[in-house]
């Protein structure tokens, strides 16, 4: 999904839930680590993160906590 693309709701929608942290130094820090070898870390967080609120979303759980969490849930790895 092209998070930059204004017109797609389903991507403001996300957006809105975890823009506020995707500014943060620690979270940028992130994409200076190699995850699973081909990807940043930061990448594979925002994957996470997307794939869970769509998860989420879908069985009608909150859904902006979801993706919160899967942003974070490898902040402090190592």
Not at 12 to 19: A, D, G, N, P, V
Not at 23 to 31: A, F, G, S, T, Y
Request: glycine letters at 2%; proline letters at 0%.
């Amino acid at each position: 999904i092209d998070l930059n693309n204004a017109d797609n709701d389903l991507a403001q929608e996300y957006l809105s839930c975890i823009r506020d942290l995707l500014h943060l130094h620690d979270v940028q820090d992130l994409k200076a680590f190699t995850q699973h070898m081909n990807t940043s870390r930061f990448q594979h967080s925002l994957n996470v993160s997307y794939y869970t609120f769509l998860i989420a979303r879908r069985f009608h759980l909150d859904s902006c906590s979801a993706a919160r969490a899967g942003l974070l849930h490898d902040l402090y790895h190592y």
